[in-house]
């Protein structure tokens, strides 16, 4: 139990489009749902935390018009990144933490990352 | 939110001899969790230490937790060309205001066949 499921896997776009990022929990309710960056060789960043039917809180540093979160149900958050350009070509990857009635029961679960490329 | 420090980066061993990998962190925690990833891909939960636990197993994995120096270890014992991954320590703060993981900087283990 306890699945994410993120799409595409990958992507590759053109320099000043947009590209849009699903993540889909599959058999619970993600009220929370975190958004990660991952450039080559480093570890995992996180961009911003979802909460369904609010705004999404973004880390420091992270542009929150360039990079729109959506939660708008329990079961699928989304991040478009907008006006993409080279150096937003990353790993992204998008986690929920499972719970159950408020306790952390399996920690966090991931969806298996989508790899953007932007030429 | 500052990242957890990792050593080493890199390790390479022999397959059979045992890896560990080592985790500092900063703030207190509500427990600590270890992921490995394949290159390019997602991450594997691999195990999670409560804060009041200080050593828990899972098959070739053992994991300790010193909440009083704020570090873990995870051990991989006869270590198999397939362990070869990235591994991360991710801390997980929920509770002292911090709802979210936050990653160490990883350990990028090479299992030589």
């Known amino acids: 139990g306890a699945v994410v499921s993120q799409h595409p896997s990958w992507v590759i776009c053109k320099s000043g489009t947009s590209v849009k990022i699903e993540c889909r929990s599959l058999d619970f309710q993600a009220t929370t749902m975190f958004w990660y960056r991952q450039f080559p060789k480093q570890s995992l960043m996180l961009m911003a935390t979802s909460n369904e039917g609010s705004k999404a809180t973004y880390e420091q540093g992270v542009e929150k018009d360039k990079f729109l979160i959506n939660h708008a149900s329990l079961t699928l958050s989304t991040l478009t990144v907008t006006s993409a350009h080279p150096e937003d070509s990353s790993f992204y990857i998008c986690?929920?933490?499972?719970?159950?009635?408020?306790?952390?029961?399996?920690?966090?679960?991931f969806g298996s990352g989508t790899r953007l490329t932007v030429v | 939110s500052q990242q957890g420090e990792e050593d080493p980066q890199a390790l390479s061993i022999q397959e059979g001899e045992n890896a560990t990998m080592n985790c500092s962190y900063k703030t207190s925690i509500n427990n600590l969790q270890w992921y490995r990833q394949n290159s390019g891909r997602g991450l594997v939960h691999l195990i999670l230490?409560?804060?009041?636990?200080r050593e828990k197993h899972s098959g070739r994995l053992r994991v300790t937790l010193d909440t009083s120096k704020k570090s873990s270890s995870l051990l991989i014992t006869a270590s198999r060309a397939a362990d070869t991954a990235s591994y991360f320590c991710a801390t997980d703060a929920a509770g002292f205001g911090n709802e979210k993981l936050t990653f160490g900087t990883g350990t990028r283990l090479t299992i030589i066949p």
């Open positions: 230490i409560r804060s009041n636990e």
């Open positions: 986690s929920a933490r499972v719970s159950d009635r408020g306790k952390v029961r399996h920690g966090y679960t």
